[in-house]
């Protein structure tokens, strides 16, 4: 079983700056991409922004230029750095992996997803 544990949400003012964090851990066999969504009030969950095993991104067409996703491997880590935020980046963001896990003695894909962190963006 894989878990994420999210970190960084939190309330900014327009224009302001947030840094998430999402560690995964438990039995990783390797990870394959690592992503974040978001899902405002009334709204679908939506990707954000993801990063696959080679090191390609992609991101929504509303966040280019202002978020910027990186991982650091050794540790199983994603970040989401949001920069130049708007009230319409205000929804809960989740963190989801993909890879493979060993299930007895047997290895497996798994996707998973953290709890959700609030990210408002208001003055």
């Known amino acids: 079983q894989v878990q994420l544990v999210e970190s960084g949400g939190g309330l900014v003012q327009p224009g302001g700056s947030l840094r998430l964090s999402c560690a995964a851990s438990g039995s990783i066999v390797a990870i394959n991409a690592m992503g974040w969504y978001r899902q405002a009030p009334g709204k679908q969950r939506e990707l954000v922004a993801n990063?696959?095993?080679?090191?390609?991104?992609n991101y929504a067409d509303s966040v280019k230029g202002r978020f910027t996703i990186s991982r650091e491997n050794a540790k199983n880590t994603v970040y989401l750095q949001m920069n130049s935020l708007k009230p319409e980046d205000t929804a809960v963001y989740y963190c989801?992996?993909?890879?493979?896990?060993?299930?007895?003695?047997?290895?497996?894909?798994?996707?998973?997803w953290g709890q959700g962190t609030q990210v408002t963006v208001s003055s």
């Open positions: 990063i696959i095993s080679g090191g390609s991104t």
């Open positions: 989801n992996v993909d890879g493979m896990t060993i299930r007895v003695l047997t290895i497996t894909p798994f996707s998973s």
